[in-house]
């Protein structure tokens, strides 16, 4: 079954304490992409990454990180989370030489709370 | 860069009757428009997309949607509402990366609360 899955789907933590959400899809895809997801904005892209060892900032950066090491796996890095990152995080991937109309397949989200 | 626009937070309709989630949109170029549902504690689910020529889009679980260029609109439809319809419906249209290295993102609407009464 084609799926983009994150892990963990909840997860409470600390401000300062470092933390990853793992995403990984078995499609094939090249293009990878992270949201979040806060009430009455919509999702916005955090970072994004066209292929391995190729990624680059999205529209809210500051406070993440990523890398892509292998295809099918694009982690977020949070170094020092602070409660302002408190939201709902999507993990999406797609087919980029699909073209244009190529819809993205989203993972089960991850509910993050930094206290 | 691409925009769209969702007017209305909530929309309120009885089961059986039809309903209609609003979608307006500003693009420089051809629009690709998608709609994505999303159950409560689930991911978002691809429900349909525009496909050039076609004004009217079928998709999953009964929708359909009907681009209308003149008005800039992507409005969602379904003739007869279901109470499982209820969920965040989320409007979205592939946009140009921040990067500027391709056109991967998508931007979406802030989304519309679906309820449907029984």
């Known amino acids: 079954e084609a799926q983009v899955t994150q892990n963990p789907r909840y997860l409470i933590t600390v401000t300062g304490k470092k933390l990853t959400v793992t995403c990984s899809q078995n499609?094939?895809?090249?293009?990878m992409s992270w949201y979040r997801q806060d009430p009455g904005l919509g999702l916005r892209q955090i970072y994004y990454?066209?292929?391995?060892?190729?990624?680059d900032k999205g529209d809210v950066p500051e406070g993440y990180k990523v890398s892509r090491k292998e295809k099918r796996n694009f982690p977020l890095i949070l170094e020092s989370p602070s409660p302002n990152q408190t939201s709902l995080y999507f993990c999406a991937s797609s087919l980029l030489a699909g073209g244009m109309n190529t819809e993205a397949f989203f993972g089960q989200g991850t509910r993050l709370t930094v206290v | 860069a691409q925009s769209v626009a969702q007017p209305e937070d909530q929309v309120n309709v009885a089961e059986g009757n039809p309903l209609t989630v609003k979608c307006t949109y500003s693009v420089s170029g051809n629009p690709y428009l998608f709609w994505y549902v999303q159950y409560p504690n689930r991911g978002l689910q691809f429900l349909l997309k525009?496909?050039?020529?076609?004004?009217l889009v079928k998709g999953s679980y009964g929708f359909e949607a009907e681009f209308n260029k003149s008005q800039t609109s992507f409005h969602l439809k379904k003739p007869s509402a279901l109470v499982s319809d209820s969920a965040l419906y989320f409007c979205?249209?592939?946009?140009?990366?921040?990067?500027?290295?391709?056109?991967?993102?998508?931007?979406f609407g802030q989304g519309t609360i679906l309820t449907v009464h029984p």
């Open positions: 499609m094939n895809h090249e293009y």
């Open positions: 979205a249209v592939r946009d140009k990366d921040a990067g500027g290295t391709s056109y991967g993102k998508l931007t």
């Open positions: 525009y496909i050039t020529g076609d004004n």
């Open positions: 990454s066209m292929n391995v060892e190729v990624t």
